[in-house]
T-cell receptor
Framework: EDKVVQSPLSLVVHEGDTVTLNCSYE??????LLWYKQEKKAPTFLFML????IEKKSGRLSSILDKKELFSILNITATQTGDSAIYLC??????????FGKGTHLIIQP | EAQVTQNPRYLITVTGKKLTVTCSQN?????MSWYRQDPGLGLRQIYY???????DKGDVPEGYKVSRKEKRNFPLILESPSPNQTSLYFC????????????????FGPGTRLTVT
């Protein structure tokens, strides 16, 4: 059975801290891994990763994939209260096409 | 503007009263999908459609129906809603289900919060 496990499930930090969100997966016919940010609305796309070891960056956010160890991390540096959200890890591949993690609920305190 | 729209955004209804949540995309996407999101369970796929007239069950299809008569529309039908279908529903679309490049980026609708009493 395909699965995506995110950790931690919930995280509270202070503004300015750096956080690392983890995503491990077991997926048949893996094609790609995607990160989404979800606030009080629909998820918005952050990154798509298909190759190991190549870091994707967007401002204070970065992500990398390790296809040998089957995990990805999402880093957020100099966190701001606007980073508070649920971060979803999703893998593409497998019988049904997409497998969702349960998300990491990140809370940034001022 | 490329977008996925859902209607209604909020709905409170009673057990057994048939309802339809509409979903429409303007990007000529082949693949469309419905998800429900519940606390502690994350996003779960209800039904998906690879193209017009092609639909298939996701992880939690019981109690739901869908149709795909046109490329742009993918309505979700609850023939006889029950309280356990109270949830937040998202419609999503992408160019195709999967491609050689593995480009799965999905565009999500704004969500429909459904309460069944």
């Amino acid at each position: 059975e395909d699965k995506v496990v995110q950790s931690p499930l919930s995280l509270v930090v202070h503004e300015g801290d750096t956080v690392t969100l983890n995503c491990s997966y077991e997926v048949t016919n893996f094609r790609s891994l995607l990160w989404y940010k979800q606030e009080k609305k629909a998820p918005t796309f952050l990154f798509m990763l298909t190759s190991s070891g190549i870091e994707k960056k967007s401002g204070r956010l970065s992500s990398i994939l390790d296809k040998k160890e089957l995990f990805s991390i999402l880093n957020i540096t100099a966190t701001q209260t606007g980073d508070s959200a649920i971060y979803l890890c999703v893998t593409g591949g497998g019988a049904d096409g997409l497998t969702f993690g349960k998300g990491t609920h990140l809370i940034i305190q001022p | 503007e490329a977008q996925v729209t859902q209607n209604p955004r909020y709905l409170i209804t009673v057990t057994g009263k048939k309802l339809t949540v509409t979903c429409s995309q303007n990007m000529n996407h082949e693949y469309m999908s419905w998800y429900r999101q519940d606390p502690g369970l994350g996003l779960r796929q209800i039904y998906y459609s690879m193209n017009v007239e092609v639909t298939d069950k996701g992880d939690v299809p019981e109690g739901y129906k869908v149709s795909r008569k046109e490329k742009r529309n993918f309505p979700l039908i609850l023939e006889s809603p029950s309280p356990n279908q109270t949830s937040l529903y998202f419609c999503a679309s992408s160019l195709r289900a999967w491609e050689a490049s593995g480009n799965y980026e999905q565009y999500f609708g704004p969500g429909t919060r459904l309460t069944v009493t």
